[in-house]
């Protein structure tokens, strides 16, 4: 979006910027696509995706946020309604999710699906800002 923010660091350029996001390889974002665990109860599914483009970490900046975004809008296009998800619950997942990620090793392409420390931070934010209807979908 052209009105949302992307830090720029001091040693790039806006066009070095671009290039680097531009310079993601499909097929690396088609895995996460293709091989997502849609058999998972729905809490799990949410966990999942955010570990998955999280902690690949497939952009310089702003994984956190497309993550969120794009979770919701995949919710939304499967008749799941996301509801309102409290802003701070959500910055203090992130901040954790930022932690465990400087403390574990990058996440391969073979391993997007693991349930590990950053898949945990994860589970207990959805199992707080999901509906209960929705948390036990598929249990």
């Not at 902690?55 to 993550?67: E, I, L, Q, S, V």
């Not at 969120?68 to 999710?97: F, H, Y």
């Not at 693991?114 to 929705?134: A, P, S």
Request: net charge negative.
């Amino acid at each position: 979006m052209s009105d949302s923010h992307y830090d720029v660091l001091p040693h790039q350029t806006r066009e070095e910027l671009r290039r680097r996001i531009w310079n993601v390889r499909n097929g690396d974002l088609q895995r996460v696509l293709d091989g997502f665990p849609t058999d998972e109860p729905l809490v799990e599914q949410c966990a999942l995706w955010m570990h998955a483009v999280v902690g690949k970490h497939f952009f310089p900046d702003a994984n956190h946020r497309t993550a969120i975004v794009l979770l919701r809008q995949l919710l939304r296009d499967n008749g799941i309604d996301p509801g309102e998800w409290p802003i701070e619950r959500t910055k203090e997942a992130r901040r954790e999710s930022h932690e465990v990620c400087r403390e574990i090793p990058p996440v391969r392409l073979d391993a997007l699906y693991e349930r590990d420390e950053l898949y945990g931070v994860w589970k207990r934010y959805f199992e707080e800002v999901l509906t209960v209807e929705y948390s036990n979908e598929g249990q």
